[in-house]
């Protein structure tokens, strides 16, 4: 799914071994994740993110922006408990980037009212940037 979702990105597997290779180069990692209801929140998905890269990357859980609303997946929660009882930092956020910014550094994240019809396409997008900039490919 994420290589449909990130089409221009390495795989993880390369991701993961270039920021292990580059790691002093970093002040922090933090692995961004936007849960999608029957798309990216099974338990399957649970378990590979609760072993991708280090524990000390801390786990950071965003909403996904919706006819220009922020929305967190069902499953939220449970994967919440989860990576904390499997000794992962995990940090829950309620809002998208340019609200939490005071300096407003993500105009391509801030809530607007939906044009109808184009509501998957420019979510799809959407989520290709926050992804695509959370493995540092744009």
Do not use: C
């Amino acid at each position: 799914m994420r290589d449909r979702l990130v089409r221009h990105s390495s795989p993880l597997t390369a991701v993961l071994a270039a920021l292990q290779f580059n790691q002093g180069r970093f002040a922090s990692v933090e692995l961004n994740v936007v849960l999608q209801n029957g798309l990216n929140d099974s338990e399957g998905d649970l378990a590979a993110l609760a072993s991708w890269g280090s524990p000390a990357w801390p786990i950071l859980l965003n909403p996904l922006l919706r006819d220009g609303a922020e929305v967190m997946g069902d499953r939220v929660g449970h994967f919440e408990r989860v990576l904390r009882g499997a000794g992962r930092r995990v940090n829950r956020y309620q809002q998208i980037g340019a609200r939490i910014s005071r300096s407003g550094i993500y105009p391509l994240m801030m809530a607007r009212p939906a044009r109808p019809g184009h509501v998957q396409e420019r979510n799809a997008h959407h989520l290709e940037d926050l992804l695509t900039t959370a493995v540092g490919g744009k």
